[in-house]
């Protein structure tokens, strides 16, 4: 199946800082990718939508300038978590869809951010 | 409100024991279902998915999982299950093709075979 690269697996930083993740599709291209928060014991909550060459598309809730998304290629998305604080620490994971099968959603091994 | 619920959080069974999980959803319209699978340390991977047709459909690893569309169910079974079962298990909705393709996620059931 198609394979989607999460890259840092975890990342420790302090309170302020930003932390940079990446998402890649490996041999597939995806114009819109996922981003999604896991809090513990809890689900997976869809964050935002990012599309390849436009904006992303946030989810009520989610603020657009602490959580920067970019998809400046079809193979590529970041999510940027800006002056980061504790309470940002979670699991992140992204998800994309081939061309040909867009509904199946292809998962990152996800980035357990935590914010000292 | 969209939403998916599981009714299980934790379930613990005996090897070669059945198992169901139950999920609800809270949709209107066409509806994509789907049961993910999260192995320890692993990334989410994708058990079975109906579409449409055949309302009992078939995954990996020996799993189904049936839609009744009257209940608003898709639960999913195994007749056995063994201790490589082990994981957490999510159901996930979206609502076709015109909602675009993000998954509604339930809260998960985190599953214990043992020995």
């Known amino acids: 199946g198609a394979v989607v690269s999460q890259h840092p697996s975890r990342v420790i930083c302090k309170s302020g800082t930003s932390v940079k993740i990446e998402c890649r599709s490996l041999?597939?291209?995806?114009?819109?990718m996922f981003w999604y928060r896991q809090f513990p014991k809890k689900s997976l909550m869809l964050m935002a939508t990012?599309?390849?060459?436009?904006?992303?598309?946030?989810e009520q809730g989610v603020e657009k300038d602490k959580f920067l998304i970019n998809h400046a290629s079809l193979t590529l998305s970041t999510l940027t978590v800006t002056s980061a604080h504790p309470e940002d620490s979670s699991f992140y994971i992204c998800s994309a869809g081939t061309p040909l099968a867009k509904n199946i959603q292809y998962f990152g091994a996800g980035t357990r951010l935590s914010v000292l | 409100a969209q939403s998916v619920s599981q009714h299980n959080h934790h379930v613990i069974l005996s090897e070669a024991a059945s198992l169901e999980l139950g999920c609800n959803y809270s949709?209107?319209?066409?509806?994509?279902l789907f049961w993910y699978v999260q192995y320890p340390g692993q990334h989410l991977q994708l058990l079975l998915k109906y579409f449409s047709g055949d309302p009992l459909v078939k995954g990996i690893k020996g799993f189904e999982a049936e839609f009744i569309k009257s209940k608003f169910s898709f639960n999913l079974r195994k007749p056995s299950v063994q201790w490589s079962d082990t994981a957490e298990y999510f159901c996930?909705?979206?609502?076709?093709?015109?909602?675009?393709?993000?998954?509604?996620f339930g809260k998960g059931t985190s599953l214990l075979v043992t020995p």
């Open positions: 990012s599309n390849e060459g436009s904006k992303a598309t946030y």
């Open positions: 996930a909705v979206n609502a076709g093709t015109n909602s675009g393709y993000a998954l509604n």
């Open positions: 041999d597939f291209q995806a114009t819109t």
């Open positions: 949709y209107g319209g066409t509806v994509n």
